[in-house]
């Protein structure tokens, strides 16, 4: 007689929770500085080149994300899935602490690099375990758009978190990387080794197989602009905030705006699954048009000063929002469980090369310009491009991002 003790243990809220919130700690490794980061500049104002290197504080590990994020995928179709976030998210508080305790700039970006390695793992391992705990698709839309969701909650949450202490001075902020313990306690019982059984029930590959990745190519240049429209505005808000006469000091204000911001996302991100089940594949041209034309308003009303800069923010927050969950169940969410690994960490890699890949661009284009304000306009014509690209590939080929093992 077959026993019910055999049958795949199903997910639900509480698995849900935990890798929504896993899935947020990169977003907290940027956010939960940014109110303090005008203190940043005006502290290390005498270290040569800190105009560059401070902001690298904030963009850093996504750097590492970046580079290392498919040798984390690797890893996670060959060995495993839980056991790799865990530790990873323990590691990711020890390392994530450490700038509260030096005043080096050196130092703590050294340190904000290796938290990046902490990300990758981080980022690649819940995404893919999101998916594989959730394959009815209506039920994994729904929740790769909370992902995002929860990404412009998280980001509100931990700027409100990083105002309130950044009034204690810069370093205070790093303490809330500790958080991230509170998220591997309860992992190590209410997660489990997805079963390759279940994949293989579905029809899914379950043996590492190679991977075609001629399909992705276009999927994942768009992503790394995706990346880069999608970065601009939470590392440079602050800064464009500063330059229409606020204080740096008034961190109530820079952060209360730049919440604000965050709050679009999320609620881009909630209702993602909407948008989704109309438009398909062409929500990211959607969320890539919205970005266009926030960025683009942003550019044109920056004269009119916080007022002008607040409205077209807002509105290229909402487009982010739709774009990160469109770009996951336009790449990520169509690979097999065997490949789902790698597919997810070459992505995640993609999306934060363009997440690092911000602030250089804008500085670069600021210097070229002028000022930040043309050279962010100058990413909101990026956006319109990749609006029209995106849109031409999702009606033409509604299969570009198909996996297959070959």
Partial sequence: MTTTSSAPRRAGIAQAILLLAAASMPVMA???????????????????????????????PALMVAVFAPFAGQIVD????????IIALVAYAAIGVVPAFIDGLTGILVSRLVLGVCDSAIMTVATALLIDYFQEERTRNRYLGLQAA????????????GTALGASGWQAPFWVYLISVA??????WLLWEPSAGGAAAAGEPVRPGRIAWRPLIGPLLVTVVGGIAFYVLPVNL???????????TNTA????LAALASVFVMLGGLLFQQFQRR????VVPLGFALQAVGILALWVMSGAGVAGIVPGALIASFGSGLLLPGFLTWVVARAGFAERGRVTGVWTASFFLGNFLAPLVANGLGAAFGSLVPAIGIIGIAALAMAVISGVGARSSKGAAAVAAA
Avoid: N
């Fill in 78 to 85: 060959r060995v495993g899935r839980k056991w790799l976030l």
């Fill in 150 to 161: 929860t990404a412009g909650i998280g980001a509100t949450l931990f700027i409100v978190i």
């Fill in 238 to 248: 602050p800064v464009l905030i500063g330059q229409a006469g606020v204080a740096a």
């Fill in 253 to 256: 204000v820079i952060g209360g």
């Fill in 183 to 188: 998220i591997a306690v309860p992992a190590l």
């Fill in 30 to 60: 940027a956010t939960l500085i940014t109110p303090v980061l005008p203190q940043l500049l005006e502290h290390f104002a005498d270290v040569a080149g800190a105009a560059v290197l401070v902001p690298m504080i904030v963009s850093a």
């Fill in 279 to 282: 438009l398909g594949d062409r």
